[in-house]
C-alpha cells in the first residue's frame, strides 16, 4: 500500500492513539475514531507498569514486544515531552517481588533473557523500602523497572497528533460496523455515516470482539475487569514498587500510590465495587501497613482486552483484504504499545518488522 494510504483507526486507546502516530510519521492521512473522549478506557485505568507483572510466566512472544518496548519508553516519553510539553512521567524505580512460588523460574529466566534480575536479602529489602510491612520472608529485585503515568501518556499521544497536518481524531463517533465490497473492508459504518479509508485498523480493546462479529469472525479477546485504588502520600514514602500476592503498589512521581488489581471476569460492567475495595485496600495495608493512615483518593475499574496467553493480534487479516488488527493487549498494553504500533507500521508499510510477526498474526488465530 503505498505511503499516501488512507487508514481508518477504531479505538483511540494507546493502541489505537499510538498506530495513528506511526503510521501518520510514515506519511499517510489517518483518521483515529472514537466513541468518546480519546483514551478514556484500559489506557487511562491502568497501572502503567513498563513490564509484565511477572514477565517470566509469558510466551517468547510477550517477551519479545516487552522487551523491546521498555527499551524505547524512555525515548518516547522524551520525544512526547519536546513535542507538547506533556511529561508521560517514566519513572524508573525498579521492582521487588516478594514471596514467590516460582522465583527460581524467574530468576533462570533471567539469566537466560540477561535481566538485571536477582535475588536480594530482606534486610536490604526492608533498609530500601522502610515501609514494606512486616513478615515478607524473600526477595527478587529488577532495577531497570519503570511505571508510566498513563492518563498523562494518553493525553500527550492525542496532543501530539493534534500537531500533525496529515491527522484527523474524531471523538464521540460510534463505529458500528465495517462497509465492505465483497470481501474486501473500505470503510466503517459510524453513528454519523459512512466513512472510507484504503485500510481500517481495529485497536477497540475490549470491544474488539463486537466489532469483528459483524463480519462473522470470532475474536478470542473478552473483557476482564480490573479495579484499582489510589492513594496519596508523601513523595518519599515509596521509593521502589512492590508485588505480592498478585497484588501491587507503583509511586508515582508525586506521591501518588496506586494499588491494584483485581482480575474479573465480569462482562463489560466495569463498576467498582466495595467488595473489591475491601480486598484491595487488605492487599494495600500488607504491603504498606502506612496507608491505613494515608488519604485514598480514587477506585476505580478499567476492562482490559483479554486474549489467549495475552499475545495480542497484530496484522492484517487476508480474508478481508483492507482490515488490520492491533488489539488483545489484555494485561500489558502499556508496556507492549510502543513495539506493537511499531511493529504495525512495519507490516504495513512493507519495512523490514523489528520482531518475527508470525506469533501475532491474525489469519491463523481467528475462527470463522
Ligand atoms: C486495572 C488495570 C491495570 C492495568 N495495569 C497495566 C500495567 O501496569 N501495565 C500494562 O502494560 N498494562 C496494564 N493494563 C492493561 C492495559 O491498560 C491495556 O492492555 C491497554 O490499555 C489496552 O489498550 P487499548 O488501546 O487496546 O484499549 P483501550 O484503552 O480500552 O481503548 C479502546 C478504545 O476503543 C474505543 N471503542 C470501543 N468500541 C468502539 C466503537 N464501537 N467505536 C469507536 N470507538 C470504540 C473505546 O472507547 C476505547 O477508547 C491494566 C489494565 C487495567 C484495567
Redesign the pocket.
Same mark, same amino acid.
Given at each position: 500500500m503505498s505511503t499516501t494510504a488512507h487508514t481508518l483507526i477504531?479505538?483511540? /486507546?494507546? @493502541?489505537?492513539l499510538l498506530t495513528a502516530l506511526s503510521l501518520a510519521e510514515q506519511g499517510g492521512s489517518v483518521t483515529l475514531?472514537?466513541?468518546?473522549a480519546?483514551?478514556?478506557?484500559?489506557?487511562?485505568?491502568? /497501572?502503567? @507498569?513498563?513490564s509484565p507483572l511477572y514477565p517470566w510466566r509469558y510466551s517468547p512472544a510477550v517477551t519479545a514486544l516487552a522487551h523491546w518496548s521498555q527499551d524505547f519508553y524512555p525515548q518516547l516519553a522524551d520525544q512526547l515531552h519536546q513535542r507538547t510539553g506533556l511529561d508521560p512521567e517514566v519513572h524508573t524505580t525498579g521492582l521487588y517481588w516478594l514471596d514467590l512460588d516460582d522465583e527460581a523460574e524467574a530468576l533462570a529466566w533471567a539469566r537466560r533473557e540477561r535481566r538485571p534480575l536477582s535475588a536480594v536479602s530482606m534486610a536490604a529489602t526492608y533498609a530500601q523500602v522502610p515501609a514494606l510491612g512486616p513478615g515478607f520472608e524473600r526477595a527478587i529485585y529488577m532495577a531497570d523497572v519503570a511505571n508510566v503515568r498513563?492518563p498523562r501518556l494518553v493525553k500527550a499521544l492525542k496532543a501530539a497528533l493534534a500537531r500533525l497536518p496529515n491527522v484527523t481524531v474524531r471523538e464521540h463517533?460510534?463505529?458500528?460496523g465495517f462497509v465492505q465490497q465483497g470481501a474486501a473492508v473500505v470503510g466503517v459504518n459510524t453513528a454519523d455515516g459512512p466513512l472510507l479509508a484504503d485500510r481500517v485498523v481495529l485497536?477497540?480493546?475490549?470491544?474488539s470482539g463486537e466489532?469483528l462479529a459483524t463480519l462473522g469472525l470470532a475474536l478470542p479477546v473478552e473483557p476482564v475487569k480490573?479495579?484499582?485504588i489510589l492513594y496519596k502520600c508523601d513523595e518519599a514514602f515509596l521509593p521502589r514498587m512492590v508485588l505480592a500476592k498478585g497484588r501491587y503498589a507503583i509511586p508515582r512521581r508525586d506521591g501518588h500510590i496506586l494499588v491494584?488489581?483485581t482480575l474479573e471476569h465480569a462482562g463489560f460492567d466495569k463498576t467498582p465495587t466495595d467488595e473489591a475495595l475491601h480486598s484491595l485496600m487488605a492487599s494495600a495495608e500488607a504491603l504498606l501497613p502506612g496507608l491505613a493512615r494515608a488519604e485514598r483518593v480514587g477506585h476505580w475499574a478499567?476492562?482490559?482486552?483479554g486474549a489467549p496467553d495475552g499475545i495480542p493480534f497484530i496484522g492484517p487479516v487476508s480474508r478481508h483484504p483492507g482490515l488490520w488488527l492491533n488489539?488483545g493487549?489484555?494485561?500489558?498494553?502499556?508496556?507492549?504499545a510502543p513495539a506493537s504500533c511499531r511493529l504495525f507500521a512495519d507490516l504495513a508499510s512493507g519495512r523490514r518488522p523489528i520482531i518475527d510477526p508470525a506469533p501475532y498474526a491474525p489469519d491463523v488465530r481467528l475462527v470463522q
Open positions: 477504531v479505538g483511540a /486507546g494507546a @493502541i489505537g475514531l472514537d466513541r468518546q480519546a483514551g478514556r478506557e484500559s489506557s487511562w485505568a491502568g /497501572g502503567g @507498569i513498563v498513563n463517533c460510534e463505529v458500528r485497536a477497540a480493546g475490549a470491544w466489532l480490573g479495579q484499582m491494584g488489581s478499567g476492562l482490559r482486552p488489539c493487549h489484555y494485561r500489558n498494553g502499556l508496556v507492549l
